[in-house]
């Protein structure tokens, strides 16, 4: 009967706290966006290099429990996996600070009313984010990571739609309104911005799921 490891489950909880804690300040920042989308007294998002500090918390704990425990093979990839994780999770960093810059230069233009409808993406974005911060969740009876494919699908459609729809509207504006091509560029890139940053936060499930479906065969007599 395998020996009951304090020190790996100690660490195992040490990465699993620190993705917490970088989805949370990634979700701060996510939702001070939003509400910069809706309200006329933007707010300022926490500084890239503070999540940063986090993403790289994240992956010295991960680092710290494939050299010093020894993992067996399901706790390695998960460790393999949180460490993809916290990459996605810089790059939807990246993306939202360049999404609330080009926010910034959008208010009070012509383009005002995309924005708007930008915000009811940004809220599924968040919805998709509460369902996806569930899956890297491990407890000691059962360390098989949760299938929460059907609610991220269910999300994700809801969401590309209304992409979908904003992309179609900026086209719409673009060709009607009598703007800079500046402003239009930054209308483009805003809404590009918006889909990608949705489309990370679709990916991270499958990325821990890639390394969590390789099990081990089950013996029989």
């Known amino acids: 009967m ?11 909880n ?13 979700e701060d920042n996510l939702r001070t966006v939003l509400g910069n989308m809706e309200s006329q007294a933007p707010a300022p998002i926490q500084e890239l290099q503070k999540v940063m500090e986090s993403a790289q918390a994240t ?13 067996v093979a399901r706790d390695l990839r998960y460790a393999m996996a949180a460490i ?10 990246e993306l939202t600070e360049a999404l609330n810059r080009r926010i910034h230069y959008l208010r009070d233009t012509p383009m005002q009313g995309v924005l708007k409808n930008m915000a009811g993406v940004m809220r599924g974005i968040v919805k998709l984010h509460q369902v996806v911060k569930q899956t890297w969740q491990r407890t000691g009876d059962n360390p098989t990571l949760p299938d929460l ?19 179609s509207e900026a086209i719409e504006k673009i060709a009607r309104v009598d703007g800079s091509a500046e402003m239009s560029v ?21 990325e821990l799921h890639a390394f969590d479906a390789q099990q081990s065969p089950v013996m029989t007599s």
């Open 186 to 206: 930054e209308l483009v890139l805003a809404c590009r911005h918006l889909k990608r940053i949705a489309l990370l936060m679709e990916a991270i499930p499958e």
């Open 59 to 71: 992956r010295a704990s991960c680092l710290l429990l494939i050299g010093r425990q020894f993992p």
């Open 2 to 12: 395998p020996t009951h490891n304090v020190l790996l489950e100690m660490r195992i």
């Open 84 to 93: 993809r994780v916290e990459h996605d999770y810089e790059r939807v960093e």
């Open 149 to 167: 494919k059907n609610e991220v699908v269910g999300e994700s459609k809801s969401i590309q739609s209304g992409i979908s729809a904003i992309q």
């Open 14 to 26: 040490k990465v699993r706290e620190c993705l917490d804690n970088l989805a949370s300040q990634v």
